[in-house]
């Protein structure tokens, strides 16, 4: 069965430093894949999708993704982080043979100190 | 606006007593799903719905049922709440082709935090 594993549980990082979270997924085949981030209290929200093209995507708030298919990676960066970017971050993926299926990852919980 | 609808945000009832969490659409989206959320366990997919009087089970389907009569209308019924479901719940709606699969992405409701005792 296809997974989708988030590498980091919990991070954190003081404001301006970077960001890098990591996500990998195993379906050989077409994907299309999603970062999502979820604020306190609150629901998901879409921050970029990667469906074809340009492997580098960029999304809302400064964040950008990088799909790497020879690795199954889709990492999420963001080069200089706030303390509202405080969040818990979902990597989700959508493979060919799952109709409208997304699998998520466990989820990354994002810390900023100010 | 576009946006998924949910109530109630908060639930607490008690074991046994039948519930429905309602879920409605106005972005004419053919695929709807309901996720539970749990910590260290990400969301894992309930129930499906590819278009109106067509629905599946998800990874994580007992004890729910769900049904899809009308296309912006996807309530999530749990019969006999426990313990074990109590969780917060999105439900979800998307575009959704043959071709191009979820390429738009889910938009989410806000969700319902349901607490059974």
């Known amino acids: 069965a296809q997974s989708v594993s988030q590498h980091n549980h919990h991070v954190i990082l003081s404001e301006a430093a970077s960001l890098e979270l990591g996500c990998n997924y195993s379906?050989?085949?077409?994907?299309?894949l999603f970062w999502y981030v979820q604020y306190p209290g609150q629901h998901l929200q879409l921050l970029l999708k990667?469906?074809?093209?340009?492997?580098l995507v960029k999304g809302i708030k400064g964040f950008e993704a990088e799909f790497i298919k020879s690795k199954f990676s889709f990492n999420l960066r963001k080069p200089s982080v706030q303390w509202s970017d405080t969040a818990e971050y979902f990597c989700a993926v959508n493979a060919e043979n799952q109709g409208g299926k997304l699998i998520f990852g466990q989820g990354t919980e994002l810390s900023v100190k100010p | 606006e576009a946006q998924v609808t949910q109530n109630p945000r908060y639930l607490i009832t008690v074991t046994g007593k039948k519930l429905t969490v309602t879920c409605s659409q106005n972005m004419n989206h053919e695929y709807m799903s309901w996720y539970r959320q749990d910590p260290g366990l990400g969301l894992r997919q309930i129930y499906y719905s590819m278009n109106v009087e067509v629905t599946d089970k998800g990874d994580v389907p007992e004890g729910y049922k769900v049904s899809r009569k009308e296309k912006r209308n996807f309530p999530l019924i749990l019969e006999s709440p426990s313990p074990n479901q109590t969780s917060l719940y999105f439900c979800?709606?998307?575009?959704?082709?043959?071709?191009?699969?979820?390429?738009?992405?889910?938009?989410f409701g806000s969700g319902t935090r349901l607490t059974v005792v």
């Open positions: 979800a709606s998307s575009f959704y082709s043959l071709d191009r699969g979820l390429g738009y992405g889910y938009t």
């Open positions: 379906y050989g085949g077409t994907v299309n």
């Open positions: 990667y469906f074809s093209g340009d492997p």
